[in-house]
């Protein structure tokens, strides 16, 4: 197969930057675009010259379109996502991949039955620095894991979770959650990719800075099946917004790091410190953005990654890098700690 392949993108709110990737990824075609709002779905479609679709059904009878990208609301991604593996379209889903593990369950098996890829959105996992610091934990550098933490204080206004298309945002429904399982779910899945699965969580959540259903900050527990422990933290009320931070300790040494830096890389080992001094020179400036306090400063680069990922995955008929059964694990850890917090108990993540 050596034609373009055909993309489109449903939901132009976070999937204005799957179009940007679309159109920077070599071997990838842009074919239409789908949202119910027409003002900013006719601006999208004269921008990228492709056509524009008002209701799903009718762009997935589209014949030149091979792949969708489903960028609507969390809680509608299953809803639409099964009728596009049944019309025989690849997907890549937006995070997280639904909201419950009963619909991504569902999205999986339609994908098994119709034979399409199904590949999620966790770009963190391409990161050059993340990828070191997974493979040191897996070569054992750190010794044996003692406490895994992660940080995510950002902010965001009022206004975000108002007008056309931000009240589905911060609601159990259509989010699923708040600063959890909207802006945490990179976190919480990058901890579990980095150091394995988690076991069980405790935790507590409330609603502090925002006039929310769901809420705009949580804190838990981790209990790791490695036996290390760790805590999480998410909020959107910390004025100004700052830059997330994982800290790692292992029997052997430990590691910092905050958004595309590197803090700290510590190995009992590396005596001299030769291999910290190389790492902090390679990834001790990082090319942060500001997702702390801004929603849309997102780069295009790891979404264009997954994108080549799935052209090469539709080409060598191989799974996706990110496949949903990986990226089913945060969801599995995002509930569980709501239901910890609803209970006061500590609740085995299933």
Known sequence: ?????????????????????????PGARLVAVCDLDEERLEAAAAEY????YTDYTELLQNDE??????????????EVGIPAAAAGKHLIMEKPADITTERIDALIAAGHENGVKIAGIFQARFDALNRRVRSA???????????????LPWYRLQSYYEGQHGSWKGTWAMDGGGSLMNQGVHTVD?????????????????????????????????????????????????????N????????????????GELIAWKLRQDEEGEEGKEMLAMYGTGDQDNRAADPMAVSSDGHTQIITDMIESIKEDKDPIITLDSARHAVEIINSVY???RSGKEVKVQ
């Open 244 to 259: 997330q931070r994982l800290t790692i300790y292992g029997s052997e040494g430990s590691i910092v790091k905050e958004e």
């Open 339 to 341: 239901e910890s917090a």
């Open 190 to 242: 990058l901890l579990q990719w980095l150091c394995g699965r988690v076991d069980s969580v405790m935790g507590m959540y409330g609603v502090f800075g925002h006039d929310i259903e769901a809420e705009d900050q949580a804190v838990a527990l981790l209990r790791f099946a490695n036996g290390a422990l760790g805590t999480l933290y998410t909020t959107t009320c910390s004025y100004p917004g700052y």
């Open 49 to 52: 010259g492709c056509k524009a």
């Open 65 to 78: 379109i091979n792949v969708v990208n489903i960028a609507t609301p969390s809680g509608m991604h299953a």
């Open 1 to 25: 197969m050596t034609a373009e392949i055909g993309f489109a993108v449903i939901g132009l709110g976070m999937g204005k930057h799957h179009c940007k990737s679309v159109m920077a990824t």
């Open 137 to 151: 934990i897996q070569e054992g550098k750190l010794g044996k894991l003692v406490g895994v933490h992660g940080h």
